[in-house]
């Protein structure tokens, strides 16, 4: 059966995140950074903003295509982070990390839209 939508693509696949297209040709590597000061995977070391920033940095530079931040604990047990402070936590994170050139994701529960505006990006494409 043929779908009229369908396009031929020549060449690897891609994933397409906002303005970036990551190439699918080999394995991506997501930085995972937790901004809590309980996370599972780091014990709140980032929970300091130049800290986080530093590890993203870090990440970016050891081969990372993407940086996931997350600012609400989700280990079992964990009490619920109030809204405003997750933005508090994770928004200014996600520009800094925007304007490096670098795709950014939010590890959050919310629904996409629900408060947390999109992050400016002012910088180009890798």
Request: glycine share 8%; charged share 25%.
């Amino acid at each position: 059966m043929n779908d009229p939508r369908a396009t031929a693509t020549i060449g690897p696949a891609t994933l397409t995140c906002g303005r970036y297209r990551l190439s699918l040709d080999r394995p991506l590597v997501m930085g995972v950074l937790n901004v809590t000061s309980d996370s599972f995977s780091d014990g709140g070391r980032f929970l300091d903003s130049s800290a986080a920033l530093d590890h993203a940095r870090r990440m970016i530079e050891d081969g990372a295509d993407i940086i996931d931040v997350g600012g609400e604990s989700t280990r079992p047990g964990a009490a619920p982070t109030p809204e405003r402070e997750e933005l508090q936590r994770v928004v200014p994170l996600i520009e800094k990390i925007a304007a490096l050139g670098m795709p950014v994701s939010a590890d959050t529960r919310r629904p996409p839209g629900s408060a947390c505006p999109s992050a400016p990006t002012r910088a180009s494409p890798r």
